[in-house]
């Protein structure tokens, strides 16, 4: 097995575990991360998204499809309850990577997002969300600002 597959592995059992610190030790300083969500830029943010992600009733489950010394990719199941809504939602994300120094320097998840919106938002605004993608990313963002605001207050 290739040392970048078990670092994936880590990444995805840390999830398994909701075990956020865990999942930062896995990106790199200069880290970027994508998702229907988000569009981060450090692995200081990345930390933050999986520290509110792991704050959910999230179930997860992976298989690491290829990893080598560059590139790798992985499918992973996320089951939760999206807490805007109370809605169950059942997301197939397919995750690629890039490596830097043994550690994840890009990290790209790619899902059905109108499936996702219609499952989390119902379909009116599930449609809308999927049909204005700049307005659930700012959505994601003020909610992960906010949870790194709440954080610093606790501090």
Known sequence: MHANSKLLEKLYTCLGQKDPDGMAECYHSDAEFQDIGFTLDSKKKIHAMWRLICATDLRSSFTIVAADSETGTADLIDDY??????????NVIRSEFRFRDGLIIRHHDSCNALRWGIQALGPVMGVLSWLFPAKRRTKAMAKLEEFIAGERKKD
């Open 81 to 90: 309850t999206f807490p805007d809504t109370g809605r169950r939602v059942h």
